[in-house]
């Protein structure tokens, strides 16, 4: 019998944001796949849970992926997480399940957190229809495009973005959208500081201007008709 990949969220900040089959799935794996082996070991500590970690990230998932493969080829159970949320989103873990399918291997998605969700459902912007853009370009110009191309859906926007990149994403965000588009920006999900900050953009852009940034953000911006022509 092969064994199973298991695709399992873990906290984007508050541990008590795990599901009960979550931590089974955890504790009855024989193997756990994570992003960063220090980040894993601290959630598996907290639970009380020990395992043999392999690290699988973006630098060395094509050494990994043939190692994992055959482990789950001579029938180890094995539980997929990252650094904190829903794995394969924005994450290398989508080219490992890709993989295990493309092998007729049995991949068994678990539901959780996810930051892009709680930010959206928080937000008070349209959430029954949104398009998820990951992390933007690097590059200005592509990032541009991307965002001009995102803002003909009509559907409201969602991205990742880190604090020393914000000011100078939301300064093309203002030029893409125009200034006067509400925006929110959902800061340290879930953890001690956890802060939604809500106005159209050119505030937004005045109010982190005046105020040392940290912690990732998620962005989700306004794209309705009405919301555009104000």
């Known amino acids: 019998m092969n064994g199973i990949l298991y695709v399992v969220p873990t ?102 957190a996810c930051a892009l969700i709680t930010a959206l459902v928080g937000s008070g912007l349209t959430t029954d229809s949104f398009i998820f853009l990951g992390f933007l370009r690097k590059k200005l110009g592509k990032m541009r495009k ?22 100078k994403t939301l300064e093309v965000c203002k030029d893409v959208f125009g200034d006067n588009t509400d925006i929110v920006l959902a800061r340290e999900l879930t953890k001690k500081f956890e802060e939604f900050i809500r106005g159209q953009i050119c505030d937004v852009i005045k109010d982190l201007s005046n105020r040392q940034i940290l912690g990732e953000f998620v962005v989700v911006i306004s794209n309705e008709r009405e919301n555009l022509i104000k």
């Open 146 to 167: 991307e965002l001009e191309l995102a803002k003909q859906t009509d559907k409201t926007i969602i991205f990742y973005e880190s604090p020393h990149r914000i000011l």
């Open 11 to 112: 906290p984007i900040g508050n541990l008590e944001d795990i599901t009960l089959r979550a931590v089974r799935i955890l504790q009855q794996c024989d193997i756990v796949v994570c992003e960063d082996t220090r980040q894993t070991i601290k959630l598996l500590s907290h639970l009380k849970i020990s395992k043999y970690l392999i690290s699988f990230y973006t630098q060395n998932q094509l050494k990994r992926i043939p190692q994992i493969i055959s482990l789950l080829n001579e029938g180890k159970n094995i539980a997929l997480v990252s650094d904190c949320g829903t794995p394969a989103i924005s994450d290398p873990g989508y080219y490992l399940i890709k993989e295990a399918l493309n092998k007729n291997l049995t991949v068994v998605p678990l539901p959780g």
